[in-house]
Each structure stands twice: as C-alpha cells, then as structure tokens.
C-alpha cells in the first residue's frame, strides 16, 4: 500500500520536473522557421540541384564514369579541324563538341561525386533546393546547346540469322 | 483447427510493416495470448536495396553513397568502415589530419545517431517532449554536417584516402559553440527522461540480455555495453588513432532494476554522447595541418586480394569483407551488420512479455532497417 502511494507521488514528482524543463523553455527564442516566406541559407558547398555551363564543357565525359548511379547521359562528336578553336573559361581547348549533355536529376543521388573529376570545374551542385516539377520527364535537364553536324554513322548490318 | 483460432486462446497479430515504432520496414509476427508474448518472428527484407550486388558493379569510390545509404543515420560511421577496409586492401596510409578529422566527425556522427535513437526512444515509450529536444540538437549536428560537405544526412565524406573537403573557416568554433551548450542538455535529459517514473517503470525491468545470452548471439555495440560487457573496438581494436584518445568506454550498471535492462541500453547511449563530446574536444585541440587530398589516389585498383575490417559504428561493429580481383571494380563487398545480430536475439528476449515491451525492446536495441536489409 506504501508502495503504491509513493509509486504514484514519484510518478507526479518525477513529471512535474520535466514539466519544469519544457516550462523554461516558454521563455526560449523558438529555433523553427516559417518556410515559405522565410528559407534557410545554404552554405556555398550545399549540393543540391546539378547545373553545367556548358560553355566550358570539354566533353571529356568523366562526370558520366564517376557517377555510381549512371544518370548523366552524354553524346559527343569531333569538332572539324577547319572551324574556328574555341576555349573554355580556364583555356582548355575545346576539341569535342558535346551533342547531348543530359542529367537526369529524378536518378541522382546527390553524391557529388560528379563535379570533382571535372577538369574545367564547369559541373557543379548550386544550392538551390527548390526545383520540385509537375512531371518526371521535366526532371531531365538537357544542356546541351550544340546540334550534331556529322552525319549520323551507318547502322551496323544486322546479322544473319543463324550467325553466332 | 480452425475453431481453435477463434476461440480466443491464441491469436497472430502482424505488427508492421509500416508500424511507427518498427524504426523502419520491420515486420513482426506475435502470437499472443491476450495480451502476453507468446513467440515472435521478425520478417525483414522490405528494404532490400541490392547494396552488395550494386557494389560488384561499381568502382571502388562509387561504392561510398551506397555506404552512406545502409545505415542512414550514422553515414559517416558507415562510410568510414568501407574507406578503411579499402585503404588496408591497397596498403594505404592516411597522414594525421585526414584521421583526426574522421575521428571528429565519426564522433559528431555518433552524437546525432544517439540523439536520434534516444528521441524516437522515448517517442514510442510515449513521451513526445525529449523527441523535440533531440531532434532540436541533431539539427545542430546535421547544419555543422550541411557546412563542411553540402549534405545533411549522406554525406559521401570519408573517401579512399582521405575526406572530400577540409574543415571550413570557423568550423571548429562553431563546434567548440555546439559542444558548449550542448553538454547542458545531456543532463537535462536525466531530469526530462532518464529518471522519469513512467519511463523507468516501462524500461527498467523489460528485455532483459544476460551477459551470456549476448555473447553467444554476437551482440554488439551499446547493446552489449548495456549488458555490462566493456567491449569496443575503438579501444580493443584501434583505427583512425583512436588509440591516442582518452576516453572511458561506458557499461550498463543495472542501477535500476536487473542488468542489461532497455534502461541499461538507452543509458549507455547518453553516457556515451558524453565520451563523444570529450573526444571531439580533444580532436579540435590537437588538428594537426595537412592537405585532406594528399593520399586521395588517383585511380583505385587494389592488389588481388581480401580483407575484413571492422569499425564501431553507433550501432556496433560495422565489418566489411572485400574481395579485389586485381581489377577498378570489387569482386565481392560483404557487410556483416550490427543491428542483424542484434534482431535474431529479438524472440529470445521478448518471449512472454506483453505486447507494450515490444516496443521498448525494439526501440532500445535501435535498430535501423537499412542496415538490416542492405
């Protein structure tokens, strides 16, 4: 019977301490953010959504090697030696021109793994989280500004039947 | 037969797959009676993601995000387990800040993996207000995290042979701040939860792990610890310079009720939060200087051979078999998980309970399914 009194004073007792503490905390300056009228600051190395400026893109296609998760989809072609040379920002010359630079961002897992073996630094993770879209096909960013000028390579010759 | 089911002696309630206190796609199949545990079977598998299989199809640094992915919460932790495995197959040496800097945010890892554990603990339990508290300061962890590598929760940190970024300017302030008001809220959890009657009383006396029940189901991590066994392998088995640290490794003392209660587990959690926070102090003071990208090689291709590594995580001992058949990508990655051992003592130790002490075992083992699954 002791027991069961002192249970129940304990229980009170032990709340009403806790109480205390969620009490003070009345008197704290709230540490929530109303979001939409109010947004966080990312820090520069916030690795959200991926944007390549495709000027300076060489086509070297090692952002396609390094991603673990294969959503960087890239076409290039040889430039003719008779156009006029062109560089990137950092004086790399560009011998590649890229036909289709496409990252689909719905596969990406934002390891960032991408942007490091980049030697021109033009594939970089911004801070900008706010990309939501309507349908998943609009996740897919084409880059690529280039039309590809050669002339398509003929089809391999399908192989006859029976053939190993 | 069938009659027999509903008579009322005995009945299967299917706890989960998608029950809030599962931590996660844990099912559970009881056979009650009434309201008393007769047997319980866990079902896992709903969060099977394929992690060794995808591993063998990609080189060695691709590997990482998929790491940072098994044990979401302690990524860190986790990757860093896959980057020393790596690092002793190719017989490479990290210089000293690259080490001091993992220990640093292992550790701030370790913090947030507790603080989270300890918070959804006592959510379940059924005390909501530790729950903000928790998640309160984890969010503190997680923005220092946010500033050094741009990610909150998979940070892709640990590489082989070194860390993707070095500290920002003003970061060990800014830890050194975090550390300062943070030590504070350790014992206001005392008075908030930890010597809280009710919780006491649903903790105290549930799930009990005897000393050899643990041993002989290769229990490890704070679960062990929980049940008095001092056993961690940043003292028994050294990596990072864990070695050159001081710290104490805690044990469940049975102070209420019997030894290796879910008090005993949740208690060494907080205590270790302490130890953390004395080892990241020591960290920052000691930081040596070095370039984080020193070691980082070129290309990785391991030697043909094998290795077992393993690392404490916050859940326990993380190991990681790899195989490397001389070639960019592994032949056979094998993680051998904490919390998987720790779930096939789960019938053992919850046979003839009530079906409340279901989720205060679970909860004070913390479990989390991507690990499990992989």
């Known amino acids: 019977m002791k027991r069961y009194f002192k249970d129940i004073f304990q229980s009170i007792w032990t709340v009403l301490q806790g109480m205390k503490i969620t009490g003070l905390h009345l008197f704290t300056r709230s540490c929530t953010l109303q979001y939409p009228s109010v947004k966080w600051e990312l820090p520069e190395r916030s690795r959200m959504r991926l944007f390549n400026k495709i000027e300076d893109c060489i086509g070297c296609g090692q952002c396609v090697r390094a991603c673990p998760v294969d959503c960087i989809y890239m076409t290039t072609e040889k430039r003719n030696k008779e156009e006029p040379p062109i560089f990137a920002a950092d004086g790399t010359p560009i011998k590649l021109r890229v036909t289709q630079f496409d990252i689909d961002m719905s596969l990406c897992c934002y390891c960032n793994l991408c942007t490091y073996p980049c030697p021109t630094h033009c594939l970089v993770m911004t801070p900008e989280y706010e990309f939501a879209v309507q349908a998943k096909q609009d996740f897919l960013y084409r880059f690529a500004k280039d039309e590809p000028q050669a002339p398509p390579k003929p089809a391999p010759s399908p192989r006859p039947a029976g053939a190993r | ?374």
């Not at chain 2, 020393?84 to 000293?96: D, P, R, T």
Request: proline residues 5%; glycine residues 8%.
């Open chain 2, 1 to 374: 037969m069938q009659v027999e089911a509903y008579a009322g002696e005995e009945m299967v309630l299917n706890m989960g797959p998608q029950h809030p206190s599962t931590h996660g796609v844990l099912r559970l199949e009881l056979e009650t009676d009434g309201e008393i545990v007769r047997n319980v079977i866990p079902h896992i598998g709903y969060l099977h993601r394929c992690f060794e299989k995808h591993a063998e199809n990609i080189d060695y640094p691709g590997v990482i995000p998929f790491c940072d992915r098994m044990d979401y919460i302690a990524s860190m932790n986790n990757s860093l387990g896959y980057a020393l495995a790596v690092e002793k197959l190719m017989g490479l040496e990290v210089n000293e800040r690259v080490k001091t800097l993992r220990v640093l945010m292992a550790e701030l890892n370790r913090i947030a993996s507790h603080l989270l554990s300890i918070g959804t603990y006592a959510m379940d339990i059924g005390s909501f207000t530790p729950f903000l508290h928790c998640f309160r300061e984890r969010e503190k962890v997680l923005d220092l995290f946010e500033w050094l590598c741009g990610a909150r929760l998979l940070y892709n940190y640990n590489w082989v042979g070194g860390v993707s970024h070095d500290i920002p300017e003003g970061f060990e302030a800014k830890t050194r701040e975090f550390m300062t008001q943070f030590e504070p809220v350790i014992a206001e959890m005392d008075k908030l939860l930890s010597y809280n009657k009710i919780f006491l009383e649903r903790t105290a006396d549930v799930g009990i792990i005897s000393e050899e029940q643990a041993l002989s189901h290769n229990v490890t991590g704070p679960n062990l610890r929980g049940s008095g066994i001092a056993w961690d392998l940043r003292k028994e088995e050294p990596y990072c310079g864990y070695e050159t640290y001081e710290f104490e490794v805690p044990v469940g003392l049975g102070e209420h009720g019997p030894l290796g209660s879910c008090w005993d587990r949740y208690y060494v959690r907080i205590r270790e939060m302490e130890q953390s926070l004395g080892l990241i102090r020591q960290a920052l003071d000691r930081l040596p200087e070095g370039d984080v990208h020193e070691h980082i090689p070129r290309r990785v291709r391991p030697a043909k051979s094998e290795v077992y590594d393993r690392t404490e995580t916050p859940r326990g001992e993380l190991g990681y078999y790899l195989v490397s058949d001389g070639g960019l990508i592994p032949f056979r990655v094998k993680v051998k998980s904490p919390c998987f051992t720790v779930l096939s003592l789960l019938p053992a130790i919850a046979k003839g309970g009530m079906v409340a002490d279901i989720i205060a075992i679970i909860g004070s083992i913390d479990i989390v399914m991507g690990e499990i699954d992989r």
